[in-house]
T-cell receptor, first 114, second 116 residues
Framework: NAGVTQTPKFQVLKTGQSMTLQCAQD?????MYWYRQDPGMGLRLIYY???????DKGEVPNGYNVSRLNKREFSLRLESAAPSQTSVYFC?????????????FGPGTRLTVL | AQSVTQLGSHVSVSEGALVLLRCNYS??????LFWYVQYPNQGLQLLLK??????LVKGINGFEAEFKKSETSFHLTKPSAHMSDAAEYFC??????????????FGKGTLLTVNP
């Protein structure tokens, strides 16, 4: 199993450019998540998909959109990148084991917006 | 809303010394609690989790954590630090209530440095 994979690993954008971050999992998990990590801020939830066909906003959704393409794939789109979106982005997935939520993380995408 | 506080953004220990990383949560109902580790330039890896079974939870790499309801704490410990333990550690909480039990709230992280 590859687990959770993310592409690309690194990306540099200019302000105003758009891009899509891709995430896929091969663990047959129902739920998927996008986080951003900034120094001293921990991980903050951008969007999540509790199950295929549903998406919801997290703590910091402004400037982002998501698509749950199928059960395996969950993409994050920046329509018009801003320097404030410079961050490391992590995708995660989980299956609710009983009632608790153990999340598995991808390796991350380092995004710089100039 | 759930919140997690990690006391100390940076902890430095000598190799062989006790590691203690502190985590306190805010919740009227004991939540599910997790510790994750992040090595440089990598994603997060689960160290251990508390899901209301034993209050002393053992994880990977010799780490353990004790859930103390009276103190609303879930501190992470390791008796003897190894150089390979140098990483950033995150405490996270998952609410038990209703439809929000699939969301995790993370602390801001504690960077552990191990000195030779």
């Amino acid at each position: 199993n590859a687990g959770v994979t993310q592409t690309p690993k690194f990306q540099v954008l200019k302000t105003g450019q758009s891009m899509t971050l891709q995430c896929a999992q091969d663990m047959n998990h129902n739920s998927m998540y996008w986080y951003r990590q900034d120094p001293g801020m921990g991980l903050r939830l951008i969007y999540y998909s509790a199950s295929e066909g549903t998406t919801d906003k997290g703590e910091v959704p402004n400037g982002y959109n998501v698509s749950r393409l199928n059960k395996r794939e969950f993409s994050l789109r920046l329509e018009s990148a801003a320097p404030s979106q410079t961050s490391v982005y992590f995708c995660a997935s989980s299956v609710l084991a009983g009632t608790y939520n153990e999340q598995f993380f991808g390796p991350g995408t380092r995004l710089t917006v100039l | 809303a759930q919140s997690v506080t990690q006391l100390g953004s940076h902890v430095s220990v000598s190799e062989g010394a006790l590691v203690l990383l502190r985590c306190n949560y805010s919740s009227s109902v004991p939540p599910y609690l997790f510790w994750y580790v992040q090595y440089p330039n990598q994603g997060l890896q689960l160290l251990l989790k508390y899901t209301s079974a034993a209050t002393l939870v053992k994880g990977i790499n010799g780490f353990e954590a004790e859930f103390k309801k009276s103190e609303t704490s879930f501190h992470l410990t390791k008796p003897s630090a190894h150089m390979s333990d140098a990483a950033e550690y995150f405490c996270a909480v998952s609410d038990r209530s209703g439809g929000s039990n699939y969301k995790l709230t993370f602390g801001k992280g504690t960077l552990l440095t191990v000195n030779p």
